[in-house]
């Protein structure tokens, strides 16, 4: 299996300059602190050699003043006052002939000195310090010529041996070496333990938890660099999508789906070699990078190759699982200029995979169209929604009638879209556009906004009893803004909750059942009415209505339009209107076309019914006239029966 580097990794130079820094600093800091400790010493003992020359001097010159020479004895007790007043180890005065005339130490008294440094300082007959070994002992010498008026008395030598000064150094040296060190060995763990937490944070960043590959954020560094060096043929993405995920979730729960996702993740790696690249999408998406492939039979094969795991079953907790897997292809080509574009396209590829045999499509010119028209729709609805009034943007309205007394009680909000360059759009297209390209909650809003003030309008009309409802996306209902922005519209608006009614399908209560479910509530609790629109089509079942927080049902138009044959599905309807009607909950039928389906849903005693036999959704002024004068037998669509 392929192993990933952390694309933009912690940079370890980031720490290594810092640390061989300290390394440089602990080690010159060192050194300097030993000549340092050296220096001072030696200038220490020089100047104690200086004092006691000029205290020799002036001995002589006392003795001098008395007109009387010192005799040998006299010299040798001076030397040793001078050592007693100062603790130098050995004092010696040479003469010019290099000879010991007087020594501390009486053992060198007559001899000559032959050391070479010794002799060429002696020679020179200036202050002079310097370093020898004398009997295998290092010693600091310092020599100081003694003269009186024109007359040379010889050079005082001043011997110390450094041995004790050495240890003296090292010591302190040590200590500070050593201080400098619990320093540098603190310091060094902070940044360890900060370069840790940082490739941690990193490998959090860049990689899915659940299956340990690149992620999202990883992808899309990887692919800008792709496609800003792609060539034709260069590289491919192949976006695979799982379906089945969301199903294995409500039949199984999400530990359940969670280890499915495990298992596709690490069967898919087993796919990686060093031209394919695994990045894991979201929940149910992967995405491979396949680069210098030869040409598009390899790519298909390759598609092909991934789509038979769709054949084999995966084993979780002791069940056997078949998903069904879909490969969209794009192929790098140079006018992908952005991985939001490549994307996009590799998504309408994966959309145009059809239930047939092949469970792959390669991103062509019809795909192409379609995203530039996504594009356009996608732009337009931005333009629209950026201003305070729409041109395009509008909502018709659609009667909802009393089955029992044929009274409109409500309207259906639909809205609609009329561009200047692409005409009249259905709802469907651009709806799907706003939800994938994040335009649905400011649509939705305005949506909203426009059926308040239809309200704010019947109100004013003396209609306070009618009710509106709004298709409201799950999008938006995810959204945390979402509540309070709804309160502030009923305000600003001045009308009352229990005006309003939002229609919601099945799918966003899917994956977030609870946090969705207690939105429901606290919608409620506002007087506005929930209900389930498309009934039947999605995953709910009727046992699931009665942990809702709904107050309506409404039957998806597919129930509706088998009563026509009256198949057993026909039945099925009748059975939903009763144990709806057992849970509390009231029905309205959508879709309802012909005479035949009314007469069968007031039979089974469905509350509401809505469709083009009584009236296909209407401009706002017609909505009010509908209200005001209509009846079923004027409004009557001309569907035949
Ligand atoms: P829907 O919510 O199921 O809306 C009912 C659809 O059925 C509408 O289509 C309506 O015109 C159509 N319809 C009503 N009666 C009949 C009938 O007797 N026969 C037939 N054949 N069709 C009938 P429309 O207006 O094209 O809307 C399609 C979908 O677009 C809606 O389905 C809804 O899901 C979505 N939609 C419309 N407006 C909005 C909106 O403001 N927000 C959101 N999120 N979705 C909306
Ligand atoms: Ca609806
Ligand atoms: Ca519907």
């Known amino acids: 299996m392929k192993k990933h580097n952390i694309p933009l990794s912690v940079n370890a130079g980031l720490f290594i300059i810092p ?47 008395g007109h009387k020479a010192l005799d040998g004895s006299e010299i040798h007790s001076l030397l040793e006052e001078l050592q007693d007043s100062c603790p130098v180890e050995r004092i010696h005065l040479i003469n010019s002939d290099l000879t010991i005339i007087h020594s501390t130490d009486e053992n060198l008294t007559g001899r000559t000195v032959t050391d070479r440094n010794a002799t060429e300082a002696l020679s020179k007959r200036s202050e002079h310090t310097y370093m020898t070994a004398i009997d295998g002992e290092r010693r600091h010498v310092v020599f100081v010529p003694i003269s009186m008026g024109n007359t040379s008395f010889g050079t005082l030598a001043v011997e110390n041996s450094v ?146 795991i769709s054949g084999r079953p995966f084993t979780v907790k002791g069940t056997e699982q078949h998903i069904d897997i879909r490969i969209g292809i794009v192929k790098l080509e140079g006018k992908h200029e952005s991985i939001d574009r490549l994307l996009k396209a590799a998504m309408v590829s994966l959309n145009s995979v059809k239930n047939g045999l092949e469970k792959f499509a390669v991103f062509n010119e019809e795909m192409e169209n379609r995203l530039l028209r996504d594009d356009q729709i996608e732009n337009e609805l931005r333009a629209e929604l950026s201003g305070f009034d729409s041109q395009s943007l509008y909502l018709e309205y659609q009667p909802v009638v009393n089955g029992r007394t044929n009274d409109t009680a409500g309207f259906e909000a639909l809205v609609r879209m009329r561009s200047g360059r692409l005409g009249q759009i259905p709802p469907v297209e651009f709806i799907d556009v706003a939800e994938r390209r994040q335009l649905i909650v400011p649509l939705g809003m305005w949506v909203l906004r426009k059926a308040c003030e239809f309200v704010r309008s019947l109100n004013a009309r003396g209609r306070s009893g009618v009710t509106v409802a709004v298709n409201i996306s799950g999008l938006q209902l995810l959204r945390d803004d979402f509540i309070p922005a709804v309160l502030e519209l009923i305000e600003t608006t001045g009308i009352d909750g229990s005006s309003l009614e939002f229609e919601i399908t099945e799918s966003i209560l899917l994956e977030n059942y609870d946090h969705i479910n207690r939105k429901l509530n606290e919608l ?71 005479e035949r389906q009314r007469t069968y849903l007031v039979h089974e005693g469905c509350d509401f019914l809505q469709g083009f036999l009584f009236s296909k959704p209407l401009s706002e002024m017609n909505a009010v006239s509908y209200l005001e004068t209509g009846s079923i037998e004027t409004r009557a669509s001309g569907i035949p029966n």
């Open 19 to 65: 640390f061989l820094m300290l390394v440089i600093t602990v080690f010159g800091v060192g050194s300097f602190m030993i000549d340092a400790a050296r220096t001072y010493h030696y200038a220490h003992m020089k100047d104690d050699a200086l004092n006691m020359a000029r205290s020799f001097a002036r001995g002589l010159s006392k003795a001098a003043e």
């Open 524 to 594: 409620r609790d506002h007087g506005i009415r929930i209900a389930l629109d498309d009934f039947g089509t999605g995953y709910s079942s009727l046992s699931r209505l009665s942990e809702l927080n709904i107050d309506t049902v409404k039957i998806d138009k597919f129930f509706i339009d088998h009563i026509r044959q009256k198949e057993r599905t026909a039945i099925i309807t009748g059975t939903i209107i009763s144990i709806a009607h057992q849970l509390g909950l009231s029905v309205v039928a959508e879709g309802v076309e012909i």
């Open 163 to 308: 041995r004790e000064t050495e240890i003296v150094i090292r010591r302190s040296s040590t200590f500070g070496v050593l201080a400098l060190l619990t320093v540098f060995v603190s310091l060094s763990c902070t940044m360890a333990v900060a370069y840790n937490r940082g490739a941690r944070l990193v490998r959090l960043a860049y990689y899915d938890e659940a299956t340990g590959l690149p992620n999202t954020r990883y992808m899309k560094n990887f692919l800008t660099k792709e496609i800003t060096t792609a060539r034709s043929g260069s590289g491919a993405v192949l976006l695979i999508s799982c379906e089945d995920f969301r199903t294995v979730s409500m039949v199984f729960g999400f530990e359940h789906s969670d280890l499915l996702r495990k298992n596709l993740g690490y069967t898919l790696r087993g796919y990686e070699n060093g031209t394919r690249t695994l990045f894991r999408l979201s929940s149910d998406r992967f995405v491979f990078f396949m680069k210098n492939y030869r040409d598009e039979h390899e790519l298909i094969s390759f598609a092909k190759e991934i789509g038979g």
